[in-house]
Nanobody, 122 residues
């Protein structure tokens, strides 16, 4: 069974940095697009950053210049470097990925991580 395991959230002061990451344990996985989706209470998840298997990236306008998404394909892991954090960045961040299990028939399926809390407060 495919899982996305997140870690690296936490509490930092305004202007600080965090690097949450998300890994898909397993050796028979092909992972296409990976992304991060913050979800504020009472609102839908919205993409903040995504990266393809080839390294192409896209970002929400409000994080450009502050957040950087990167991945390590050998480790099936995606990272979100979050700099210059603001109190309004506070929420739960969910990892998302399109994954194909090579030993199993069928194509890519979409998976979500359990979420990691990011809190910006002085």
């Amino acid at each position: 069974q495919v899982q996305l395991v997140e870690s690296g959230g936490g509490l930092v002061q305004p202007g600080g940095s965090l690097i949450p990451f998300c890994a898909a344990p397993g050796s028979n996985l092909s992972i296409n697009r990976m992304g991060w989706y913050p979800q504020a209470p009472g609102k839908e998840r919205e993409l903040v950053a995504a990266i393809t298997s080839g390294g192409s990236t896209n970002y929400a306008d409000y994080v450009k210049g502050r957040f950087t998404i990167a991945r390590d394909n050998a480790k099936n892991t995606v990272y979100l470097q979050m700099n210059s954090l603001k109190p309004e960045d506070t929420t739960v961040y969910y990892c998302n990925a399109d994954i194909h299990v090579r030993v199993v028939g069928g194509g890519y399926r979409n998976y979500w991580g359990q979420g990691t809390q990011v809190t910006i407060s002085s």
